[in-house]
Structures are given as structure tokens and as C-alpha cells.
Nanobody, 123 residues
């Protein structure tokens, strides 16, 4: 098990940037694939980005490709989501998640979740 705590959310104008962080507890962080997901009011939780255990492989939802970048620092037990050119439709609660094994886009494939951080993009 790994505990996850997100930070870095907030209110930003359209076109702006935010950097989310997700700090993980435990000494086995480097063995987990990590993902970012988001959930807007009334919507299901959806995939945003994922990164492999060593950072060598990343994957993005089409809606964020070219604007968001996922990265990780295993020495700091932290995964990041750099979000640029933000749009109002990016408004959601953003969650990080961890799973053993290969990266996945599936919400149900992740065993460990953070509490989420709110991102609000104003037009």
C-alpha cells in the first residue's frame, strides 16, 4: 500500500498554468506505475495521464495531449502534472493514483488513490 497526497490545485485563468504534485509515502514508490485522473461535477472520473515506474513511458488523454506533461522523481517519491494552456473544460478535481504493474488508463486498475485537489479554470 502507498498513501498519496495531492497539492498544487487552485484557481487560474484560461491560458494559464498549474503544476500539480502528488507525494507518496513508503519505500516502494519506484515500483508503482502512476496516473492522474480527473472528475468534474456530474461526470465520471476520467483518465488524464499515466507514467511507468521508471518514467520511461507516458500516455495522455487526447484532450490534454500537447498541453499537460506527467513526470516523476523517484528520489522524492513524487509525481507531477504540469498543466499549460488551461481551458475551462479542464476544471475538475484531480486525483493521482498508483498501481503495481504496467501503466493503465483504467480507473478500476488502480488500487491506491489520493484525496484529490481542485483545479478551476475561469474563462
Amino acid at each position: 500500500q502507498v498513501q498519496l497526497v495531492e497539492s498544487g490545485g487552485g484557481l487560474v485563468q484560461a491560458g494559464g498554468s498549474l503544476r500539480l504534485s502528488c507525494a507518496a509515502s513508503g519505500r516502494t514508490f519506484s515500483t508503482y506505475s502512476m496516473g492522474w485522473f480527473r472528475q468534474a461535477p456530474g461526470n465520471e472520473r476520467e483518465f488524464v495521464a499515466t507514467i511507468s515506474w521508471n518514467g520511461g513511458s507516458t500516455n495522455y488523454a487526447d484532450s490534454v495531449k500537447g498541453r499537460f506533461t506527467i513526470s516523476r522523481d523517484n528520489a522524492k517519491n513524487t509525481v507531477y502534472l504540469q498543466m499549460n494552456s488551461l481551458k475551462p473544460e479542464d476544471t475538475a478535481v484531480y486525483y493521482c493514483a498508483a498501481r503495481r504493474g504496467i501503466s493503465s488508463r483504467g480507473v478500476g486498475d488502480y488500487e491506491n488513490w489520493g484525496q484529490g485537489t481542485q483545479v478551476t479554470v475561469s474563462s
